[in-house]
Nanobody
């Protein structure tokens, strides 16, 4: 079965850095677009960053210049390097794998999430 397993979350002071990892299994990883989403308490889940199967990336305006997403197709891994963290980055971060198969058919998988807390 498909599994997405996040790791690397934790408590960090403002201005600090964390690197999140997501290990994927059960899919042909290289053809999937991968995303990082986050959900803060009382808020809707929002897109943080996405990387296409071809390696193109896009970021939410709130994290541009601070976060970098990358993928390693040989290891079936995606990463999110988070620098200059702010308290407003506090959230549960989720890994997502997405593939549009046809006009009305898609594969959309989620990990269980990892908590990131930015606080002094």
């Amino acid at each position: 079965q498909v599994q997405l397993v996040e790791s690397g979350g934790g408590l960090v002071q403002p201005g600090g850095s964390l690197r999140l990892s997501c290990a994927a299994s059960g899919i042909i990883f290289s053809i999937y677009a991968m995303g990082w989403y986050r959900q803060a308490p009382g808020k809707q889940r929002e897109l943080v960053a996405v990387i296409t199967s071809g390696g193109f990336t896009n970021y939410a305006d709130s994290v541009k210049g601070r976060f970098t997403m990358s993928r390693d197709n040989a290891q079936n891994m995606v990463y999110l390097q988070m620098n200059s963290l702010k308290p407003e980055d506090t959230a549960v971060y989720y890994c997502n794998a997405f593939l549009q198969i046809a006009a009305t058919t898609k594969n959309d998988y989620w990990g269980q999430g990892t908590q990131v807390t930015v606080s002094s």
